[in-house]
C-alpha cells in the first residue's frame, strides 16, 4: 500500500483573530510540508485544484514543479485535475514536462471536480458536466498512448497527427480516475481498467463496498486483471501524539470550511458531535494516534477488498505549521511502517 497526503494549500483564518495568514508564507509552509513528506519516507503527494479563495492551488502543476525540484523519492500527483475543465493536450503537455523535473515521479489523477467554480471560469456548460469529462479523458488517454493523434469531439478542435510534446519521462504517465459516489463514474473507471482514487470525506468506508465491487466487476466484463483495477482512498486524516491532540488539531479548520461550503450547499452547519463520529472507530477520518490510524487503515483496506493508496487530506489544519509537520513526520515514521509490516503478513 502506497501512503500519502494530498493537499488543497488551504489558507485558514485564525480562529482567535481572524486573521488571514499571508499567502506568500502559506505557499512556503506547503512547499516544507512536501519536502518532510519525501524525507520521512511516504509514497505520494498530491495537490488539489480549485478556484475558490479558500485554497492556493488553482494552478497545481506549478506546485507540484517546485516540489519536484526540492524532492528525490516522493511521487507527485494532482488530487485531482478537474479535467472536464481543462484542455487534454495541455494537461497533458503540463504532466510530462512534471514527470521530466521529477525523472519519472508523476500520476494524474483526473475527475470532474466536486466544485463547479472552473465551469463558468473558463466558460463552460455545467450542463455539459459529465459529457466535457468523457470526451476529454477520451482524448487524454489518447495522448497517453500515442505521440501523433488522430481525433474529433464535441468541446474541442479536432487533432489529425498533430505531434503532442513533451513526452513523459517514464513510458506512460499513470492515470487515475477521482470519482465521489456516483456508480456510473465508479463502471466507468472499471472498464477503461484505470485505477481508482475514491474521496471518501464522510460517513463510512464501508458504505462504498458496493460501488467499488461494481468497479471491479465492470473492469472483470472488461477483460480487464484485478492487478490492473487498483483502488486508492483520498480520506480527512491527521496523526498526532495522542488522539485528544489530533482532534483538536484538524478540528478548527476542518468546522471553519466545511460551514463556508455547507452555507452554499445547504447544508446543516456542522458540530463537534458530527466531528467526533466521522473520527471514531466507524467514521471515516483517519484521525488519531499512531497506532489508531494505522488499524482503522488497515481496517478500511480489508473493508474494500484491498487498497492500493491512502492518502490523507491533512490541509484543514493549516493554521498549526508545526503540528502539521509533526503529523507528517509522525504518518512516515510510525504509522507506515505499522501498515506495512501487518499488510506483509496478511
Not at 100 to 112: A, T
Not at 155 to 176: D, E, K, M, N
Not at 253 to 279: C, D, K, V
Request: no cysteine; proline share 5%; aromatic share 8%.
Amino acid at each position: 500500500m502506497e501512503i500519502g497526503i494530498d493537499s488543497f494549500a488551504a489558507i485558514l483564518p485564525d480562529p482567535a483573530t481572524g486573521k488571514v495568514p499571508s499567502a506568500t508564507l502559506r505557499m512556503a509552509e506547503l512547499i516544507q510540508e512536501v519536502e518532510v513528506a519525501d524525507q520521512v519516507g511516504l509514497d505520494v503527494f498530491g495537490i488539489g485544484e480549485h478556484h475558490r479563495g479558500e485554497f492556493l492551488d488553482s494552478a497545481p502543476t506549478i506546485i507540484l514543479a517546485a516540489a519536484a525540484a526540492r524532492t528525490s523519492q516522493i511521487r507527485l500527483t494532482s488530487a485531482v485535475t478537474v479535467l472536464s475543465a481543462a484542455d487534454p493536450v495541455r494537461v497533458f503537455q503540463e504532466f510530462a514536462t512534471l514527470d521530466l523535473i521529477s525523472k519519472g515521479r508523476v500520476d494524474i489523477v483526473v475527475g470532474r471536480g466536486s466544485f463547479v467554480e472552473a465551469y463558468p471560469l473558463f466558460g463552460l456548460d455545467t450542463r455539459d458536466y459529465d459529457d466535457l469529462f468523457a470526451e476529454k479523458l477520451d482524448l487524454l488517454l489518447a495522448l497517453q498512448a500515442s505521440t501523433h493523434v488522430t481525433w474529433e469531439g464535441r468541446f474541442r478542435p479536432a487533432l489529425s497527427g498533430h505531434g503532442v510534446y513533451p513526452r513523459p519521462h517514464q513510458h506512460q504517465l499513470p492515470i487515475w480516475i477521482g470519482v465521489g459516489g456516483t456508480p456510473q463514474s465508479f463502471a466507468r473507471a472499471g472498464a477503461l481498467g484505470l485505477p481508482l482514487m475514491i474521496a471518501i470525506i464522510g460517513g463510512s468506508f464501508e458504505r462504498f463496498r458496493p460501488l467499488v465491487d461494481l468497479y471491479r466487476e465492470a473492469g472483470r466484463r472488461a477483460g480487464h486483471s484485478l492487478e490492473m483495477l487498483k483502488i486508492g482512498i483520498h480520506a480527512m486524516g491527521f496523526v498526532g501524539e495522542s488522539e485528544a491532540a489530533a482532534k483538536d488539531a484538524f478540528f478548527p479548520g476542518w468546522a471553519h470550511l466545511t460551514a463556508n461550503i455547507g452555507r452554499e450547499r445547504g447544508w446543516s452547519p456542522p458540530t463537534r458531535q458530527q466531528f467526533e463520529s466521522m473520527a471514531g472507530p466507524e467514521g471515516a477520518f483517519l484521525i488519531g494516534d499512531p497506532t489508531t490510524v494505522a488499524a482503522k487503515m488497515l481496517r478500511a483496506s480489508e473493508t474494500l477488498g484491498g487498497v492500493s493508496r491512502i492518502t490523507f487530506q491533512m490541509s484543514t489544519a493549516a493554521l498549526d505549521t508545526a503540528g502539521m509537520q509533526r503529523s507528517i513526520e509522525l504518518l512516515g515514521k510510525e504509522v507506515a511502517p505499522i501498515v506495512r509490516t501487518a499488510l506483509r503478513t496478511w
